[in-house]
Antibody, heavy 122, light 110 residues
Framework: QVHLVESGGGVVQPGRSLRLSCAAS????????MHWVRQAPGEGLEWVALISYGGSNKYYADSVKGRFTISRDNSKNTLYLQMNSLRAEDTAIYFCARDGTPYIAENWFDPWGQGTLVTVSS | QSALTQPASVSGSPGQSITISCTGT?????????VSWYQQHPGKAPKLMIYEVSKRTSGVSNRFSGSKSGNRASLTISGLQAEDEADYYCCSYAGSSTYVFGTGTKVTVL
């Protein structure tokens, strides 16, 4: 059974950093692209970042480019999101999600983790 | 990249059919046949319902169907049931390995 479990959320002051993790199980992690998607309280979904299955290609939404870094450790079946220079508007639930199908670039998100809440506040 | 446009809310009585629209541009919905739809119940993670415009993921009822015409994609729920009450989001591949979600639609079963 495919399972994604996020961790690392919490309350952080503006300008500080936080690293999220997503532990994957039940599938060949190294075969799938992985995403981070966030949802501000009471708001819609926003795609944040994608990392290719091998880890060499990374893509970001303009809203986080230059501040966030997506990475993965295929030996540990774990996805990461390093968030620097955090702002109040980064407050959201952060979900990790797997590509729906392996190896292809144009994809969809399936499944999703349960999410971890990040609150940026002084 | 601007969010795809969805109606804020759609409602229907049990047994009725409803359609949720998702309007993008010729750079996303209109160009790529990689539109997906997600159902999200309160406090839960989104769940994939439809991918590649009209393909139902495993386990999803055939009451859910997807289509696309030009820059607009649609999700139709037929035979509306109480359990269908949720938020629904469309998403399109937008090129250069980026994605854009819709604004979201709250479905209410009257």
């Amino acid at each position: 059974q495919v399972h994604l479990v996020e961790s690392g959320g919490g309350v952080v002051q503006p300008g500080r950093s936080l690293r999220l993790s997503c532990a994957a199980s039940g599938f060949t992690f190294s075969s799938y692209g992985m995403h981070w998607v966030r949802q501000a309280p009471g708001e819609g979904l926003e795609w944040v970042a994608l990392i290719s299955y091998g880890g060499s290609n990374k893509y970001y939404a303009d809203s986080v480019k230059g501040r966030f870094t997506i990475s993965r450790d295929n030996s540990k079946n774990t996805l990461y999101l390093q968030m620097n220079s955090l702002r109040a508007e980064d407050t959201a639930i952060y979900f990790c999600a797997r590509d729906g199908t392996p190896y292809i670039a144009e994809n969809w998100f399936d499944p999703w983790g349960q999410g971890t809440l990040v609150t940026v506040s002084s | 990249q601007s969010a795809l446009t969805q109606p804020a809310s759609v409602s229907g009585s049990p047994g009725q059919s409803i359609t949720i629209s998702c309007t993008g541009t010729s750079s996303d919905v209109g160009f790529y046949n990689v539109v997906s739809w997600y159902q999200q119940h309160p406090g839960k993670a989104p769940k994939l319902m439809i991918y590649e415009v009209s393909k139902r993921t495993s386990g999803v009822s055939n009451r859910f169907s997807g289509s696309k015409s030009g820059n607009r994609a649609s999700l139709t729920i037929s035979g509306l049931q109480a359990e269908d009450e949720a938020d629904y989001y469309c998403c399109s591949y937008a090129g250069s390995s980026t994605y854009v979600f819709g604004t979201g639609t709250k479905v209410t079963v009257l």
